[in-house]
């Protein structure tokens, strides 16, 4: 026995949904917290999230409330809000935690401002809960529907890694230990900057020669960054870093390509996120990952580009422009 017997899950979304579904198949008690009514509605009744998961028929066992006092029982919590909602979120939940009960960090991104990253913002949220991170490639459809996806459960103890992952794994949802909290955050953060260029590309047409010399790089980014701040190289290397980057930045399905995409046809960045009432972590990261490299004296001229395109610096094409002229140089990380 792992000792966790009612798992809460922080945010109504679709990653939210697929992981409650995912608990919920494990046949753990599972209560959701999910921000608007409706959504609670619709997952109690009709067993489907049709605002942000429509067409998955989600367990019957599923308790979804927007009331984050019904969470007080969990022996575990999934946070997966968006990083900037993250911090208001978790100050009121952390009136209800049950004491030393474990967060497990879902989310991507970093707090614009501070600088945070997610880890360190439940750290001052919830002081002394024992922090992990579930990350890697896995689009919440896929995950709820059942189908394979293998992810990085980070966490500093490993016993605690190894219980969470008894809790959390099964044969189509295959979490792989990681001691690299910061590691897997700055992979899931920086990736989703990063399909955002990915899709740039595709959308001007640019070739797959430019896709790959694009993850390639952007790979090396992403380490560089990591390692400035402490992590290890390989972790990057792994799902939560490689693995999330070739997904995200492969498949429209992907909110951050997608919107890379349209950016590259010629659509305006408010018209784009207008039109959907899904999160779009990359944009958001962006001024923050950029900030971050900064401090650290890390070169990460993709996510700048990235960056002066979403603040509205620069066009698409001059930040093609700026980054084909870069003079030439090593390849090492
Ligand atoms: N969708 C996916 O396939 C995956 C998403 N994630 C991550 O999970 C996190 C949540 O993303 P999704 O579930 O996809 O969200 P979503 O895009 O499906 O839904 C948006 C969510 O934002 C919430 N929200 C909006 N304003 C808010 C506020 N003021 N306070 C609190 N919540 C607010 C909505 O209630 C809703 O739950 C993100 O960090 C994302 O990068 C990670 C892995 C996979
Ligand atoms: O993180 C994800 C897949 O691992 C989801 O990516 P998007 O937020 O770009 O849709």
Known sequence: MNGFHHIAVIGGGAWGTALAQVVAKSGLQVTLWAREREVCEDINTI??????????ALNGAIHATNDLGELAGADMALVVTPAQHTRATMEVFARHQRDGAPLVLCSKGIEQ???KLMSEVLAE?????PIAVLSGPSFAADVA???PTAVTLACEDPDLGEKLMAALGSASFRPYYA??????EIGGSVKNVLAIAAGIVEGKG??????AALIARGFAEMTRLAVALGAKAETLSGLCGLGDLVLTCSSPQSRNMSCGLALGRGERLQDILGARNSV?????SAPAVVALARRHGVEMPICEAVNRVVSGKSGVDEAIKDLLSRPFTSEAV
């Open 179 to 184: 001691p690299d909290v910061v590691g897997a």
């Open 113 to 115: 401002g501070s600088l």
């Open 280 to 284: 779009t972590e990359g944009v958001a």
């Open 125 to 129: 949220t919830s002081p002394g809960s």
């Open 145 to 147: 529907r059942g189908l």
């Open 47 to 56: 067993r489907e999230n049709r605002t942000y998961l429509p067409g998955v």
């Open 206 to 211: 640019l070739g797959k020669s430019a896709h």
